[in-house]
């Protein structure tokens, strides 16, 4: 706010007295404080708007999901990385629990495609081609596990592989999450041929042989013993 006063205005460089028109300024400091911050969050939401409304945005993953998704990907890698530090020593535990942890994601991804048919409105209606999807990758998982390593990952590393490509080509997905899912798709493969990686050449070329031949062993120990 300002005021103009006819007055009398003592000039700095000659002392003097001269009639001068005088603006006098009342400043209120809590006003310039408002101003200063509003000016600040002004600022704020001008950046927001251009990250927000930028084409990055639509590439970049939101935090929660950036951090979980990765930290994900540690039960992958674990056991793999844990062998070749171990100058190649082969595991069959970790062996299994990264079959396990394999299983457990794929039955994931197609929980993924049910919840998206449940909000109202959704773009995916639940429909026998959304649902089919969603229940397909949970009984590869499961046939997985019955089969154990190495077949077992055959129904396994296949149904990551396909959902990722689906879930890719699908509409209703917002683009981070394709981007994502590619990524961690390409992380979990990643872990499976490094994990056979190890295997093969810790028992060379009798890697698959003696694993399928361990398989039919069990297999058969349940039959007889099931008929005894």
Not at 78 to 89: E, Q, S, W
Not at 100 to 120: D, K, N
Request: glycine fraction near 8%; charge should be positive.
């Amino acid at each position: 706010m300002a005021h103009f006063h006819i007055g009398l205005f003592r000039h700095v460089s000659c002392n003097k007295l001269c009639p001068f028109p005088v603006q006098v300024r009342h400043y209120n400091s809590l006003n310039i404080n408002k101003q200063n911050v509003c000016h600040r969050k002004s600022i704020q939401d001008v950046r927001y708007s251009y990250f927000s409304t930028s084409k990055w945005s639509k590439l970049v993953p939101p935090l929660p999901a950036l951090a979980l998704g990765g930290s994900g990907l540690i039960p992958f890698l674990t056991p793999p990385l844990y062998m070749m530090y171990n100058n190649g020593l082969f595991c069959a535990d970790g062996e299994f629990m990264h079959l396990a942890y394999s299983a457990s994601i794929l039955a994931f991804l197609g929980g993924v495609r049910w919840g998206l048919t449940l909000p109202e409105g959704s773009s995916q209606q639940p429909t026998w081609k959304n649902l089919t999807y969603s229940v397909t990758p949970a009984l590869l998982a499961w046939v997985g596990v019955l089969l154990q390593s190495p077949l077992g990952y055959i129904p396994i590393t296949s149904g990551l592989a396909a959902c990722c490509v689906v879930d890719i080509m699908w509409p209703g997905y917002p683009f981070w999450f394709k981007m994502l899912r590619l990524i961690l798709t390409s992380g979990a493969l990643l872990s499976t041929f490094l994990l056979f990686k190890v295997k093969f050449n810790q028992d060379k070329s009798l890697g698959v042989t003696k694993s399928i031949g361990g398989f039919k062993d069990k297999y058969y120990n349940w039959k007889n013993s099931d008929s005894d």
